[in-house]
């Protein structure tokens, strides 16, 4: 499969800890993509980093990207009760698809 | 939200009668995406638009056919519902494919869909 595998599958925390999501998957990209979705709801986009890129940052989320180890790696730092969802990593190879993984559950204790 | 609307956001259908979603969109975005979210699959493509009555296959496409005649309106059909399509439907935009780099997603809020 192309998709994008996300690990761990579920991450608990509590509130001010960093959550580190990985996601790794196994064929060339153009770029890759981290969303959030909140119960019942939609993905919203965080970041899309390209596969020239190392790092991009967007204010408590870090992304890195290693295109040589074909692995991605989100991080929150300092957790709040709010980023509680459920976090996703997307392939593009080229064209008009966007590959989905499984995703990974973050659960921020108050 | 993007300006993206669903309908309906909820519906139940018993096995083998027809079922249309729709999607509606204010942003004049090109592309429209159709995708299906189960439990341990994550999101998985069903069809996508790159334009007004051009439209394509993704990875799931058996059982469904789509439309699209303005570029507002983006509509899911299954012809035949069974239970396997039981399901949250979401429908996603992207404005542009011009370059290698795609723009990112945006989504609406999904249909909860249950075949009986």
């Known amino acids: 499969s192309q998709q994008g595998e996300e690990d761990p599958q579920a991450l608990s925390i509590q509130e001010g800890e960093n959550a580190t999501m990985n996601c790794s998957y196994k064929?060339?990209?153009?770029?890759l993509q981290w969303y959030r979705q909140n119960s019942g709801r939609g993905l919203v986009h965080l970041i899309l980093?390209?596969?020239?890129?190392r790092e991009k940052h967007s204010g408590r989320l870090r992304v890195t990207l290693d295109t040589s180890k074909k692995s991605s790696s989100l991080l929150i730092t300092a957790s709040r009760a709010a980023d509680t969802a459920s976090y996703f990593c997307?392939?593009?190879?080229?064209?008009?698809?966007?590959?989905f993984g499984a995703g990974t559950r973050l659960f921020v204790k108050a | 939200d993007a300006g993206i609307t669903q309908s309906p956001r909820h519906k139940v259908t018993e096995t083998g009668t027809p079922v249309t979603l729709r999607c509606h969109q204010t942003?004049?975005?090109?592309?429209m995406y159709w995708y299906r979210q189960d439990p341990g699959h994550g999101l998985r493509l069903i069809h996508y638009?790159?334009?007004?009555?051009?439209?394509d296959k993704g990875e799931v496409s058996d059982g469904y056919s789509v439309s699209r005649s303005k570029t507002e309106d983006f509509l899911l059909t299954l012809e035949s519902a069974t239970s396997s399509q039981t399901s949250v439907y979401f429908c996603?935009?992207?404005?542009?494919?011009?370059?290698?780099?795609?723009?990112?997603?945006?989504f609406g809020n999904g249909t909860r869909l249950t075949v009986t």
């Open positions: 996603a935009i992207s404005e542009s494919m011009r370059s290698s780099y795609n723009s990112p997603l945006h």
């Open positions: 064929t060339s990209i153009n770029n």
């Open positions: 980093i390209r596969s020239n890129e």
């Open positions: 997307a392939i593009n190879t080229g064209g008009f698809k966007t590959i």
């Open positions: 942003e004049n975005h090109r592309y």
């Open positions: 638009s790159y334009g007004v009555k051009d439209t």
